[in-house]
Nanobody, 116 residues
């Protein structure tokens, strides 16, 4: 079972940047697709970004498209999301996701708070 640990969240002013990191325990990390989701208070979980096993296929959700970049380092079992031009509406808990076939694994999440 994959264990995921997010880091990098925090409080930032509107217009600022953060880079979230996700460390995966799985030695076969390179066989998993990876992604980021978020959940704002009172809202449904929302897709942020995903990246394929090799990094060749990347998708972004509409809400942050153009302001974020997802990447992965298979040698380090890490996935990242660089978030720029942050807005107060980006305030949420951000979750790392690993998926292979029908299986999904989630981290505990990291809080991102954007002040106006």
């Amino acid at each position: 079972q994959v264990q995921l640990a997010e880091s990098g969240g925090g409080l930032v002013q509107a217009g600022g940047s953060l880079r979230l990191s996700c460390a995966a325990s799985e030695r076969t990390f390179a066989t998993y697709g990876m992604g980021w989701f978020r959940r704002a208070p009172g809202k449904e979980r929302e897709f942020v970004a995903s990246i394929s096993m090799s990094g060749s296929a990347i998708y972004y959700g509409d809400s942050m498209k153009g302001r974020i970049t997802i990447s992965r380092d298979n040698a380090k079992n890490m996935v990242y999301v660089q978030m720029n031009s942050l807005k107060p509406e980006d305030t949420a808990v951000y979750y790392c996701n690993a998926h292979i076939g029908w299986r999904n694994y989630w981290g505990q999440g990291t809080q991102v708070t954007v002040s106006s």
